[in-house]
């Protein structure tokens, strides 16, 4: 059986390419760091600054929120997961099951929690509303998503 030697040679240098590759250190191989974590949870629509004047009221509080969605088609469990500002203010998700295509809202006030509304149960406000950065973690405290806002975003 006779092989072309273009065909030989190009055989020869795949394979070459290919054990160079993965002799090579990762950060070598072009992977400077883990990729971030993938979800069909991503943040959505965030109301940060409370219609009309902000007087504390619960009604003004709860006009403050942010939008959690599933993006995907499979049910997913948010239970124990974060929602925090760049201040520190966290949010922890009870027994919350997100189903396909769905969304919850997630008040900054008092309230009782349903299928589409959670509420943090706060007597002030919580979003910045010239500067701010939403951020959901996941169960494992692994960033989901960031939304940021106001001055440079």
């Not at 290919?18 to 191989?29: H, R």
């Not at 997961?81 to 396909?100: C, Q």
């Not at 769905?102 to 500067?131: F, L, M, P």
């Amino acid at each position: 059986m006779f092989l072309h030697p273009s065909r030989v040679a190009m055989a020869v240098l795949g394979s070459a390419a290919l054990a160079v590759t993965a002799a090579l250190p990762a950060s070598a191989a072009g992977h400077h760091a883990p990729h971030p974590t993938r979800s069909a949870v991503v943040l959505g629509t965030i109301q940060y600054d409370s219609p009309g004047r902000d007087d504390r009221s619960n009604r003004s509080l709860n006009a403050e929120w942010v939008t959690v969605k599933n993006t995907g088609r499979t049910p997913v469990n948010i239970k124990g997961w974060s929602l925090s500002d760049k201040s520190g203010h966290a949010y922890r998700f009870g027994n919350v099951r997100l189903n396909g295509h769905s969304q919850v809202r997630v008040h900054t006030g008092i309230g009782r929690d349903s299928r589409n509304d959670v509420y943090q149960d706060r007597r002030n406000y919580v979003w910045d509303n010239s500067r701010d950065e939403a951020t959901l973690r996941n169960d494992r405290h692994r960033v989901i998503d960031t939304e940021a806002w106001g001055r440079r975003h």
